[in-house]
């Protein structure tokens, strides 16, 4: 997926802040939102939510592989239609909690939700230009090694 500069129309990379062409501010982390690992094996680490569809789990052929131990190697699958973004346990042994609460159906997931894999905890970041202030953080970093980052 590429993002469209409104100023000078030149198509930018997914994951990129500012135009690469003219500078200017692409409205790229309305779309993109991400999980943070805050507690557990992976902790830090940063996992960028692409649509369609990802599966999480500790097997490697997982969209997003978790090496905690008590996670399932297929665990949860995380659906984004670039909206909305949805989760659904894959019958794990040990379910998926978001908020504290285990989830029997399809859940959705909104900014600051927690959620619990395993003895992994990730928070659902889901940044908008206009209402984040972590927004205002992260136009102070430079473009390019946060798209790394998050393409990570
Ligand atoms: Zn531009």
Known sequence: MEILCSVCAHTNRRGV?????????LPVMKDAPHLLVLYGFDRGRTILIRAPSMTLGRD?????VLRDPAVSSRHARICFDGRKILIEDLQSRNGTRVNGEKIQTVSELKDEYLVKVGNTLLR???P????????ELISNIPAEPLSRMLDR
Not at 17 to 25: D, K, N, R, S
Not at 128 to 135: F, G, T, V
């Open 60 to 64: 490697e052929r997982n969209d997003i």
């Open 124 to 126: 659902v970041i889901e």
């Open 17 to 25: 802040l500012f135009c690469t062409t003219c500078g200017a501010e």
């Open 128 to 135: 908008d230009p206009e209402h984040s202030p972590r927004y």
